[in-house]
T-cell receptor, first 116, second 112 residues
Framework: AQTVTQSQPEMSVQEAETVTLSCTYDTSESDYYLFWYKQPPSRQMILVIRQEAYKQQNATENRFSVNFQKAAKSFSLKISDSQLGDAAMYFCAYRYSGAGSYQLTFGKGTKLSVIP | ETGVTQSPTHLIKTRGQQVTLRCSSQSGHNTVSWYQQALGQGPQFIFQYYREEENGRGNFPPRFSGLQFPNYSSELNVNALELDDSALYLC???????????FGSGTRLTVV
């Protein structure tokens, strides 16, 4: 079974600084997708960034980028120029890309605080 | 483009009762999944529906059941509620055309 581990229950960052959230996963599959979701107090899961395992290039979305290390099964999220609105729970998630498989497996999350 | 809407937002039930939670999928999405998120945890996959049939299930007992309707909206039913069923229940819709998911804001269920 696939597992996703987020080893940092809480992180904090100064406004305008950079922070990196860690995620490791375990799978025997070679084709899969990885995601970072943000969950603010409004509770809705918001997609931050996603990565296809077959792509060697790391995904980037504005201030958000990932460091995807397939061999190490590591998928960290870097947030640059942190803003107060970035404060939230961040979840790393995995999904096997096989046909008919849509289940997302989530980590336990990292609570990010942004200090003004 | 409408997002995913869930109702109700909050609910309090007594142990042993039954509950029905509802979800309206995002326009154009034909697949709906349900997740249970206990306090301080990541969401856990309950099951998924595609074309009105369950096509994937997580490690949840049969008292968790669901429906998907022709308009792709969905219900999650939980029978014989237990205290441990207290959680945030999230609905997510997706399309077979891509692997993106859109989540609703969830229903907070408290079992007393």
């Amino acid at each position: 079974a696939q597992t996703v581990t987020q080893s940092q229950p809480e992180m904090s960052v100064q406004e305008a600084e950079t922070v990196t959230l860690s995620c490791t996963y375990d799978t025997s599959e070679s084709d899969y997708y990885l995601f970072w979701y943000k969950q603010p107090p409004s509770r809705q899961m918001i997609l931050v960034i996603r990565q296809e395992a077959y792509k060697q290039q790391n995904a980037t979305e504005n201030r958000f980028s990932v460091n995807f290390q397939k061999a190490a099964k590591s998928f960290s999220l870097k947030i640059s120029d942190s803003q107060l609105g970035d404060a939230a729970m961040y979840f790393c998630a995995y999904r096997y890309s096989g046909a008919g498989s849509y289940q997302l497996t989530f980590g336990k999350g990292t609570k990010l605080s942004v200090i003004p | 483009e409408t997002g995913v809407t869930q109702s109700p937002t909050h609910l309090i039930k007594t142990r042993g009762q039954q509950v029905t939670l509802r979800c309206s999928s995002q326009s154009g999405h034909n697949t709906v999944s349900w997740y249970q998120q206990a306090l301080g945890q990541g969401p856990q996959f309950i099951f998924q529906y595609y074309r009105e049939e369950e096509n994937g299930r997580g490690n949840f007992p049969p008292r968790f059941s669901g429906l998907q309707f022709p308009n792709y909206s969905s219900e999650l039913n939980v029978n014989a509620l237990e205290l441990d069923d207290s959680a945030l229940y999230l609905c997510a819709s997706s399309s077979t055309a891509n692997y993106g998911y859109t989540f609703g804001s969830g229903t907070r269920l408290t079992v007393v």
